[in-house]
């Protein structure tokens, strides 16, 4: 191989290492980590193989995804090429197109050979979380729970965004709650959302009856809303991470009798979604509720929360 191309190879893998990290900037912390660890699988495999990443051929690209596919699922591998692509195009390249042979054959050849079917988490829904809130008990902790898990379902909430509330986040007011979200994955210039939590009709599943428990056991007035609780009841000054809210989630599940291994701190979000397609709120209302920007994405809920409410199996009398 030309020495000079390899040294120019070696110096634009380098320079888009700077730029993704400068573009980085406009994107969550977790898309970020995704994109990096992509970009360094990448180029690590094109060393091994003495071939040039930056620019990447549609032949190079190919073999890649031929070389990973038994490794990894079809859904990372395409959020490499988008890594790969971005890579590109942050150091002056055209980004990666998939419709250039060979990668166009080799790519269209392992969607329909593996499949393109993602297998997530459980939606917890409404019955689900009726349930999972009634095995908690009338402690600190259980009442923490509860309200962790009602407001987090109620107000479509990931976890990153649950556990980053403060109490000047929260707004009481006639009908309910107004709480600010500061930022969150689809938001990360700031820019800021309000969500509206309202009034349960079941007190003991009522999200605002829920967190005014949960402020007035705790005596919590300002900072962190969701705190650590230790097993002696404790209270802690640290803020709750976003892996314990997916623990709260399972261990709740597996309280109600619930397969604790299909949920997540997700299903809380999803499981809002899901459950009010199937109520049949409008689709515009489930997005400013769950602050998606995607109709595609927030269809996905919509489509499983629907499949029983318009079901034509149901109407032929059966």
Known sequence: ????????????????????EYAAKSRSVSTVKAYQNDWQDFTAWCAEQALQAMPASPETLALYLTAKVDAVK???????LGAISQAHKAAGHSPVSTRLEPLHSVWQGIKRTKGTVQHGKAPAR??????MVDTLPNSLLGIRDRALLLIGFAGAFRRSELVALDVDHVQV????????????????????????IPYGSNPATCPVRALHAWLGASGIKDGALFRSVNRHGQLHDGRLSDKAVALVVKRCADAAGLDASMYSGHSLRSGLATSAAAAGVSERAIMAQT???????????????SLFRENAAAGVGL
């Open 1 to 20: 191989m030309d020495q000079r191309i390899t040294v120019q190879g070696a110096q634009l893998v380098e320079v888009a290492q700077t730029a993704m």
């Open 74 to 80: 079809v859904s990372t591998l395409e959020r490499r």
């Open 126 to 131: 409404t019955d689900d979380i009726r349930a």
């Open 173 to 196: 007011t006639k009908e309910g709650l107004v709480i600010t979200l500061e930022r969150s994955k689809t938001d990360q210039e700031g820019q800021g959302r309000k969500v509206g």
């Open 291 to 305: 602050g998606h920007k995607s109709v595609n994405m927030v269809r996905r809920y919509i489509r499983e929360g």
